[in-house]
């Protein structure tokens, strides 16, 4: 088994717009696979895109090696045409390999004492309440590597953009003692946070009213609810709440539970000097690389991934051959099949009348509407497996009885569950059974294929990482920024981080 190395380097923005452009002409070459979609795998026959000796080499392998194929496994006795295109790909994607640069290259940068290295302080059972081991593994180093680089460029005040349930800002506030402020664009999120931050809060106020602390006061993480959608709308949200808090006298003070000890809470220190400040985000890039996700799965589990991608692109054959309109009106069937339903449910609503003594109509209505407009199917098939909240079958029930039948059956109810979930009704002349004759024989070459296109994740989340670390480069002398992984690529894929600073 080969591999072979990354020979691109990022450390200046010529080199970085070097590599960029190196993926680039890869990507273009191998158009048909970025173009392609999975759903549509049998409706245009994606594997004829494909050089048939790649397809006849990979159908021998077994499961388990078509599984590692997007973490980079290439082997000796694969046609030269296919391993050029695998050590290519790998040669283009960004190291993920979890290496000791936290404590050695980043410090340097941060111009550091060497001897001084970064102290990763595990998360207490208070904190990490509700974290799973991935999430505390994350907030754990990216806590300790921004309490750092804070100290290093002297922030007062860390800005957690995407603050979710307020993990991060929760550990930095409470366990390193900084100025925070989260942000969301979900209210229901500012509220998770604020009320966890409260038991929290509660917490340690004990333990400090128990040991006698001389601390007077907690850092608490400020909440704010709000979109950003530009580096402005950023600019002003910060000065706005510089302003807020300079007529609350730097500070909104609160009493606790604990009233003897004159404990405050502190839950704003900002000031309207921006360069103090410290902009993070966890995983701002999405999840693209799915690698090492992949790469764990036992062999009996990527099967069933594999049915599961031929019952979606069968699918897409009876949207197409029986559902023509659906297709036309919305092509993100099988990608974002959501879109249909919601767009359905709102010309239900918005097509129940409105009258001035009521700003809507019943609920109860609004329902009978909606049932006519989605009738419930009932299959002939028995009631088998689970079935979600919205009463529709899961994956994972489908192919807990993929032992007790044949693959046509499951197709078959995979397929009327669908249809329910796009609220459409089941057409009697519906035939399943020549649907699936005419994929079946293809059905194995989906394997190949998809282990194929998904080696191109970790490479477009390459691609996307360099554009934004292009970004700060091209913006001259006054910015420095390096890019470097910092989490357990087994714990977390998404484990490179992108860091800034002003010179």
Known sequence: MAEKDCCYSCSSASETLRWISAVVEFLNTYSFFRDAHLVNFFRDKLWESLDSDWIECLGKEPVEILLQIPSGLVKHDWPPSLKHFLLTLNSLVFPRQHSHSLQTVLPEWLNLNMEKKIKITSV???????????????????????????????????????AGQGYLSQVLSFQYNHSVLAIDASSHH??????????????????????????????????????????????????????????????????????????????????????????????ACGDLSSAERWRCLEADDGIHNFELHAFRAAFQMILKKYYPEVMISSPSIGRQGKALRRRQKRETLESVPCHKDSTCASSSHIQSRMEDNCPPVKSTEPETGDRSSSGFETASSLFRDSRKGDKYSLFQRYSLSGLRRLGLKPLQDIDFCRIWDEVEPFSEMIGPYWSLRAALGPLLETFILLDRLLFLQEAGNSIEAMMLPIFDPELSPRNVAIIAKKI
Request: some cysteine; charged content about 25%; aromatic content about 4%.
């Open 190 to 283: 500012g509220s998770v946070t604020n009320a966890r931050a409260q038991r929290i809060y509660k917490h340690y106020a004990f333990l400090m009213r128990k040991s006698k602390s001389e601390k007077t006061s907690l850092m608490v993480p400020k909440t704010i609810t709000c979109r950003v959608m530009s580096i402005d709308m950023l600019k002003d949200l910060i000065t706005s709440e510089a302003t807020t808090c300079s007529k609350d006298n730097g500070s909104e003070q609160h009493r606790d539970d604990y009233g003897d000890m004159g404990l405050q809470q502190s839950l704003c220190r900002v000031n309207d000097d921006t360069s103090s400040m410290l902009l993070a985000g966890l995983h």
């Open 124 to 162: 207490n059972g208070v904190l990490g309440q509700g974290m799973n081991p991935k999430k505390k593994h994350e907030v754990e180093i990216l806590s300790a590597l921004l309490s750092c680089v804070a100290h290093s460029v002297g922030a007062h005040t860390i800005i957690d953009v995407g």
